[in-house]
């Protein structure tokens, strides 16, 4: 509307473009914040040269603290890509900053807009079209792990408290399942038995991490396929992008949560159950792409933890649909009244294979790092 173009508006001149840029229109596929395309003129006429996001504050409540992680990590990326001989103006984002020299700009609604670099000659995937894509994704992500390994973890701002606290989550569950505000509990008691029986696997790398077992690592925490742009020339893995999730996690986390959604032969809410398996096939290539980035910096222990962290982020995602489900729908979007019931379904069926195949699981990861 109105006021929203006039927002905009005021942050391209915030960020010095005001005057300057050709065109603006919105860009990518996101579903979080809003994006936009800024055009310059060239030579070759008006070229991309500029992505302006405003940044979804209603997920983010911390805006200030998301910029900062972002702007470190960033600035570190670049050094450590430089002295691997790399591009660092094309293997990482980096802010570009407004004319009074800060991250970011807040306007009149106090909105948070940020500039990046365009990545030029990449291309985003939404899926994983070739399993050499599922592979190069996996090594990114895991060569992002091995860029940040020296990165001072404890300066992060911990943007989304607990967000991959699987005994919190476990709690939450367990009071919404008590309390059974909308007489749900009756329609899912498989379900809920389901969760309540693995309440000890909730705490165990927790439990790793809280000992001092497991490292905490800079994680992503939304390592989906389209957040990576890949070398149009070479088709492999360039820049990994959206960084408003990363925080100190554990290395398990990002690998399982890539995991869940991407060696799954279904849709999250797929209602057909006979369609929804694990493919330990996709697994074991994830784990070949992760620890060819990774063996030489991941500890024994992390190896060890990575499937269990497989099983562990798709328990605590199909507790967290079975959990708003039994609360009434209220944190994520549904279609249908049982659309969190469907999720959670799908999200255990997976878990299940999981455990019957967990001794293979840990038998590839072995494989790949002797
Ligand atoms: P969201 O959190 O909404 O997913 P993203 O930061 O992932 O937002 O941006 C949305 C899309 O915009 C990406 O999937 C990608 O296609 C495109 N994009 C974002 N930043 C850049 C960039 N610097 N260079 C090229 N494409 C980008
Ligand atoms: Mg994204
Ligand atoms: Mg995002």
């Not at 992505?51 to 504050?57: C, E, F, K, S």
């Not at 091995?146 to 606290?165: A, R």
Request: hydrophobic share 35%; charged share 25%.
């Amino acid at each position: 509307d109105g006021a929203d173009s006039r927002m905009l508006e005021d942050a391209l001149y915030a960020f010095g473009f005001g005057l300057t840029c050709s065109y603006v229109k919105p860009f990518g596929a996101g579903h979080i914040n809003e994006t936009y395309a800024v055009y310059m003129p060239s030579e070759q006429g008006d070229e991309l040269s500029y992505v302006l996001q405003r940044v979804n504050t209603n997920v983010f409540n911390d805006p200030a603290g998301v910029m900062d992680n972002i702007f470190g990590v960033t600035e570190f990326m670049r050094t450590a890509i430089r002295k691997e001989g790399g591009n660092p103006d094309r293997e990482t984002l980096s802010y570009i900053k407004t004319k009074n020299g800060r991250n970011y700009f807040e306007d009149e609604k106090g909105q948070p807009w940020r500039c990046y670099n365009y990545i030029p000659d990449s291309v985003c995937y939404q899926e994983v079209e070739r399993p050499e894509q599922f592979y190069q994704s996996a090594y990114s992500f895991g060569h992002f792990l091995k860029q940040l390994g020296n990165y001072p973890v404890d300066s992060l701002n911990e943007t989304i408290p607990d967000f991959h606290n699987t005994v919190k989550r476990f709690a939450a569950f367990e009071q919404a399942y008590q309390r059974d505000i909308q007489n749900r509990v009756d329609s899912c008691r498989d379900e809920c038995d389901f969760v309540l029986k693995r309440k000890a696997d909730c705490g165990i790398l927790i439990q790793q991490q809280e000992r001092g077992v497991l490292p905490l690592r800079v994680t992503h925490n939304d390592t989906k396929l389209n957040n990576i742009l890949f070398d149009a020339e070479t088709g492999k893995g360039l820049c990994i992008i959206d960084l408003d999730t990363i925080m100190p996690g554990l290395a398990a986390n990002d690998f399982g949560d890539s995991i869940r959604f991407g060696a799954s032969t279904a849709a999250e809410d797929e209602k057909n159950l006979d369609l929804v398996h694990f493919d330990i096939e996709l697994y074991r290539l994830y784990v070949k792409g992760y620890l060819d980035a990774t063996k030489d910096v991941l500890t024994q222990e992390e190896l060890e933890s990575l499937p269990w962290g497989a099983r562990l982020m798709t328990l605590e995602c199909g507790t967290r649909f079975l959990t708003d489900y039994l609360q009434g729908d209220t944190y994520f979007k549904t279609a249908y009244p049982e659309h969190n019931l469907v999720r959670a379904r799908t999200q255990f069926r997976l878990v299940e294979e999981m455990e019957k195949e967990f001794e293979g699981m840990k038998q590839i990861v072995r494989e790949y790092f002797i």
